[in-house]
């Protein structure tokens, strides 16, 4: 069986790491923590880019 997953994928090139993750990734984390069913919260944070991964 397959899981169904979400994929947030946002980017914002003038950002370094360290800043897209406290005011991208860290956020989106927050928003989508409190959705019923997820099994899994993954994220990944570089320079430019932020992705965020639910699992259901």
Do not use: H, K
């Not at 947030?8 to 005011?23: F, H």
Request: net charge negative; hydrophobic share 45%.
């Amino acid at each position: 069986m397959t899981n169904n997953q979400v994929q947030i994928i946002t980017t914002a090139p003038s950002y370094g790491a360290a800043d897209i993750e406290r005011l991208v990734t860290f956020p989106i984390e927050q928003a989508t923590s409190n959705i019923s069913g997820i099994t899994e919260l993954r994220s990944f944070s570089r320079f430019g880019l932020s992705l965020v991964t639910v699992v259901f």
